[in-house]
């Protein structure tokens, strides 16, 4: 059914919600729509936030997504600083925070994550204790980034190690933290860890692996001072950052009584158990190689949520993305084609040494049996770039071939 014509409310102003607002009035619809975000704000990117923005490289205005007069000039109702509180399924309509209730003829959850937080009783209510996700919080940890000063990081994924190369590059004492045998553990295979543990030990980082936190202790006014380990120790702190994942915010779906998997479930057209209700970016989780997968990245957040105007549009879009993410930490840009999970064996491509003393070129190939699935390139944007076109087209390349330097990698694509 062709819904060029009907209201839309799309909860969640973050990139899939700005995604799905700019390609429906793109693509004709002549309908309502109104974009709900809790920040007060302008939407804007996220990955910058834990890289140039904390650094002070880039300012508020290059973060934003769209220019202010976009959300006008479009008509579409921006609602800043406003909080989705109930969805009334029968009546649909969107309850929120203002007393206000919103009709909707379709539905976009637009959600995002949540970061997981230390409790309480480990020190996760302490004052100088800081997560990254927001605005808000970056801007709230900024002044932390004193150059003599020591941050204790928790969490040793790709934002704990982005927030690490940060401090360390700023002059700070950094000490990584990391419960599980290694970092990067979901992620990444065990050569990649190494190569960036050694980056972050070059930068004067410490990392400790394997080593659990008991809980953050705290000086007489309530403000973090250090850590207490599982083993003991103690380490001295002057302000800490918790980077120990996300997690799906589903609380509006749940309470609706949508059905849940790993997030908010949809089909592979982006449609939720209700017919007038779809779900986009990184709460929604989708139909992917068999089972179910989540993906928290920008391109995901972008694709799924045209996707899903696509389909309110009367198209019959299916989503099935060939995952794509990145990563900047210090001089070493990380760029990740394919997804790693099941993966058999890893075969490097490395590149030649530079001569400057910056971060060294590699790849690192993920085969099931002979069968490529996902690259992780380091400052080597070749090997990534063709092996994201035979990801893209289906194709494999010859294990051995990969792992010869003296291969040209475009012959790989002939």
């Given at each position: ?74 008509d579409i109702a921006l609602r800043r600083g406003t909080r989705a509180t109930a969805i009334d399924r029968a009546a649909r309509r969107v309850h929120l925070d203002d007393g206000e209730a919103l009709a909707y003829d379709h539905l976009v959850l637009a959600t995002g994550a949540r970061p997981r937080r230390l409790p309480a009783a480990a020190g996760g209510g302490l004052a100088g ?286």
């Open positions: 059914m062709d819904g060029s014509g009907s209201a839309v409310v799309v909860v969640g102003a973050g990139q899939a919600g700005v995604a799905a607002v700019a390609r429906l009035r793109a693509r004709g619809h002549r309908g309502a729509i109104t974009l709900i975000g809790d920040e007060p704000v302008a939407p804007y990117q996220r990955p910058p936030l834990s890289k140039d923005y904390l650094k002070g490289k880039m300012d508020l205005e290059r973060l934003t997504l769209r220019a202010e007069s976009f959300y006008a000039e479009n204790v800081h997560c990254i996700r927001t605005l808000a919080d970056v801007d709230a940890m900024a002044p932390e980034f004193v150059a003599g000063r020591r941050v204790l990081i928790v969490g040793g994924g790709y934002i704990g190690l982005e927030a690490a190369a940060v401090a360390a590059g700023l002059g700070l004492s950094v000490v990584v933290l990391e419960a599980a045998p290694r970092i990067l553990g979901r992620v990444a295979a065990p050569e990649v860890a190494d190569y960036f543990r050694a980056l972050h030990r070059a930068h004067g980082v410490e990392i400790l692996e394997g080593t659990g936190l008991a809980r953050l202790t705290a000086d007489a006014g309530g403000r973090v001072s250090g850590a207490e380990l599982a083993d003991g120790r103690h380490l001295a702190a002057d302000f800490a950052i918790v980077g120990i994942g996300v997690e799906p915010e589903t609380t509006l779906a749940a309470a609706a009584g949508l059905a849940l998997d790993n997030g908010i479930a949809t089909d592979d057209r982006g449609q939720t158990s209700d017919p007038t209700i779809w779900a986009a970016g990184d709460c929604a989780s989708f139909p992917f190689r068999g089972g179910r997968v989540r993906l928290e990245s920008v391109q995901n957040a972008i694709e799924q949520a045209e996707c899903v105007a696509d389909n309110i549009l009367g198209q019959d879009s299916h989503y099935a993305p060939l995952p794509w993410f990145w990563s900047d930490q210090y001089d070493a840009r990380f760029q990740i084609a394919g997804l790693s999970t099941g993966y058999e064996r890893v075969v490097i491509r490395p590149g030649p040494t530079p001569a400057d003393g910056a971060a060294p070129q590699v790849a690192f190939w993920y085969y099931v049996g002979d069968r490529l699935i996902a690259v992780d390139a380091i400052n080597d944007s070749r090997s990534y770039l063709v092996a994201k076109r035979l990801l893209d087209m289906g194709r494999s390349a010859d294990p051995a071939k990969v792992a010869d330097p003296a291969t040209d990698l475009k012959s790989l694509l002939a």
